[in-house]
């Protein structure tokens, strides 16, 4: 039976079988099987969906990546999470779209360090003339920048 049932998740699909995890274990959280959890780590399953949702806004089209949707709270080096998996599907978005790898934070892993960072500051030198504006952190100006592309 085992057997069977991993020739069967190996079918469905790397992309499929976060879905499917997360469905299992919904439904047997539901059945009252298992208990429902929350954890603050970054989910490695997350890393491989990155969005895309134009949002228009003040005369402006917003991209998001599904995996927050703030545009004013910091984040910076050292943290993870959804907001940190945010900020680097939308820096792969952007160095795929202009075809340029310094945009890239060479991996969604929820991890805000050196090459997100790096990334970022290489981003914001696109969106901002101010040398001061290039602190590799995602802020209220920031933000924005990776969402529009508001390059000078």
């Known amino acids: 039976m085992v057997k069977d049932s991993s020739k069967a998740i190996l079918k469905v699909g790397v992309g499929r079988l976060a879905a499917l995890v997360a469905s299992v274990a919904l439904g047997a959280s539901l059945l009252g099987l298992a208990p429902a959890t929350a954890t603050a780590a970054p989910d490695p399953s997350v890393a491989a969906t990155c969005g895309q949702?134009?949002?228009?806004s003040d005369g402006?089209?917003?991209?998001?990546?599904?995996?927050?949707?703030?545009?004013?709270?910091?984040?910076?080096?050292?943290?993870?999470?959804s907001r940190?998996?945010?900020?680097?599907?939308?820096?792969?978005?952007?160095?795929n779209r202009v075809g340029d790898s310094k945009y890239s934070p060479k991996g969604v892993d929820g991890s805000f360090g050196a090459n997100t960072e790096n990334a970022v500051i290489n981003a914001q030198k696109a969106c901002f003339s101010d040398s001061s504006q290039w602190d590799g952190e995602v802020g209220t100006k920031t933000w924005p920048c990776l969402r529009r592309w508001s390059t000078k």
């Open 84 to 95: 940190v998996f945010e900020v680097q599907c939308l820096l792969t978005y952007w160095a």
């Open 53 to 56: 949702s134009w949002k228009y």
């Open 60 to 81: 402006m089209y917003y991209l998001y990546t599904g995996h927050s949707d703030t545009n004013t709270i910091n984040t910076e080096r050292g943290q993870t999470g």
